[in-house]
């Protein structure tokens, strides 16, 4: 069974900073992962979708990158903002039965 | 992007009593839709899949008798929580996929159930 792990729980940075967040799954064997992100209360938003044969996806000031190998994934953000404050989370599709396995997210707060 | 809404967004209950959430793809046509269930501070858990016109496929240990899911057609699915105990409030997110739009999920805001 697919298990995903999302380290740190919780990440508290001030504003500007660069800051990495993990997410590690144990069968390599996935179709693609996403990262979302989830404002308190609400939905999700998708960020990223990283297919199983890319190494990486990028958009605006987030990077996303995908070692299938070792069962790892990276979200970078540049140049942290407040309004980048919420909860992210990876998400790994194991094949073409549309099923995701979701981390339990990693809660970032960027102070002014 | 697509858009997937959910209705209602917050909803208050008796327990015992029966819950419909709706789930609507606004802009396209869902041949596929998700219902995954989030406890305060866990990460969603998959509950069902369900694609238009047939049963949902249901999760190991989610009960189908009591989460009822319809997807009538390709732009509605509908998730029915029935006889709701305090044991069910949770947030309730849907998702919708079209192969066409790739292999994203689109996710509506979600809909916080509270069972008094």
């Known amino acids: 069974k697919q298990e995903v792990t999302q380290i740190p729980a919780a990440l508290s940075v001030p504003e500007g900073e660069n800051l990495v967040l993990n997410c590690s799954f144990t069968?390599?064997?996935?179709?693609?992962l996403q990262w979302f992100r989830q404002d308190p209360g609400k939905g999700l938003t998708s960020l990223l979708l990283i297919q199983s044969s890319q190494r990486e996806q990028t958009s605006g000031r987030l990077n996303a990158s995908l070692d299938k190998s070792s069962g790892r994934s990276t979200l970078y953000i540049a140049a942290s903002q407040p309004g980048d404050s919420a909860t992210y989370l990876c998400?790994?599709?194991?094949?073409?039965?549309?099923?995701?396995?979701f981390g339990a997210g990693t809660r970032l707060t960027v102070k002014p | 992007g697509a858009v997937v809404s959910q209705h209602p967004s917050r909803v208050i209950c008796k327990s015992g009593t029966s819950v419909k959430i709706e789930c609507r793809s606004l802009?396209?046509?869902?041949?596929?839709m998700f219902w995954y269930r989030q406890f305060p501070k866990q990460s969603l858990m998959l509950m069902a899949t369900?694609?238009?016109?047939?049963?949902?496929?249901?999760e190991q240990g989610v009960e189908k008798d009591k989460f009822l899911i319809n997807h009538a057609s390709l732009t509605l699915s509908t998730l029915t929580v029935t006889s709701a105990h305090p044991e069910d409030s949770s947030f309730y997110i849907c998702?919708?996929?079209?192969?066409?739009?790739?292999?994203?999920?689109?996710f509506g805001p979600g809909t916080r159930l509270l069972v008094l």
């Open positions: 998702s919708a996929r079209l192969a066409e739009f790739g292999e994203t999920q689109y």
């Open positions: 069968d390599s064997a996935i179709y693609n």
């Open positions: 369900s694609n238009e016109g047939s049963k949902a496929t249901y």
């Open positions: 998400a790994v599709r194991r094949d073409n039965n549309n099923d995701m396995r």
């Open positions: 802009d396209f046509q869902a041949t596929t």
